[in-house]
């Protein structure tokens, strides 16, 4: 199957720093990404749409600029966690849709986003 | 806001048994997919099931949909120690926005 990517796997930051998590997808083109949050114990919640050369959409609550989103390539979207609190520690997941109208999402492994 | 939601209830069971969880959800869907999660782990994409469809196999795995419940199931088969993780249901819409429900796990007794 198609494998997504991410890096890093984990960062450790102190509060006020911006922390970038890289999603990439490595043998397709990906036109959609997508990014999710994931706290302990609990389920996934979508962030936002990333489309590749246009503005990402975020879902109601998320604060665009807190997160922002920068999907320059067919194989590369990333997520810039600004000005990060320990609010924002969390598990920060994203996935990726190739263009050939499959409905499927393709997970990266996450990144663990411990803010101190 | 999240459409699949599975029963709450942790799964214990022993290898070689089938577990069994079940995803209700809430508006309508183009397709409805399962996940599953090792712990601190990305997702792997399971099975997924068109909202035309019923019932799909594959491998030890039996995913059924029921429309007018608005609900489906996921039977694993024979369960190994490996099968051992959290399980999600996701709800596609048509528009390709994932809604995700709390998870399911399941822990499997060698």
């Known amino acids: 199957g198609a494998v997504v990517s991410q890096h890093p796997s984990r960062v450790i930051c102190k509060s006020g720093t911006s922390v970038k998590i890289e999603c990439r997808s490595l043998?397709?083109?990906?036109?959609?990404m997508f990014w999710y949050r994931q706290f302990p114990k609990k389920s996934l919640m979508l962030m936002a749409t990333s489309n590749e050369g246009s503005k990402a959409t975020y879902e109601q609550g998320v604060e665009k600029d807190k997160f922002l989103i920068n999907h320059a390539s067919l194989t590369l979207s990333t997520l810039t966690v600004t000005s990060a609190h320990p609010e924002d520690s969390s598990f920060y997941i994203c996935s990726a849709r190739g263009n050939q109208g499959f409905r499927e999402q393709f997970f990266g492994p996450g990144t663990r986003l411990t803010v101190l | 806001s999240q459409q699949g939601e599975e029963d709450p209830q942790a799964l214990s069971i022993q290898e070689g048994e089938n577990a069994t969880m079940n995803c209700s959800y809430k508006t309508s869907i183009n397709n409805l997919q399962w996940y599953r999660q090792n712990s601190g782990r990305g997702l792997v994409h399971l099975i997924l099931i068109r909202s035309n469809e019923r019932e799909k196999h594959s491998g030890r795995l039996r995913v059924t949909l029921d429309t007018s419940k608005k609900s489906s199931s996921l039977l694993i088969t024979a369960s190994r120690a490996a099968d051992t993780a959290s399980y999600f249901c996701a709800t596609d819409d048509g528009n390709n926005r994932l809604a995700f429900g709390k998870g399911n796990q399941v822990v499997v007794i060698p």
């Open positions: 043998d397709f083109q990906a036109t959609t």
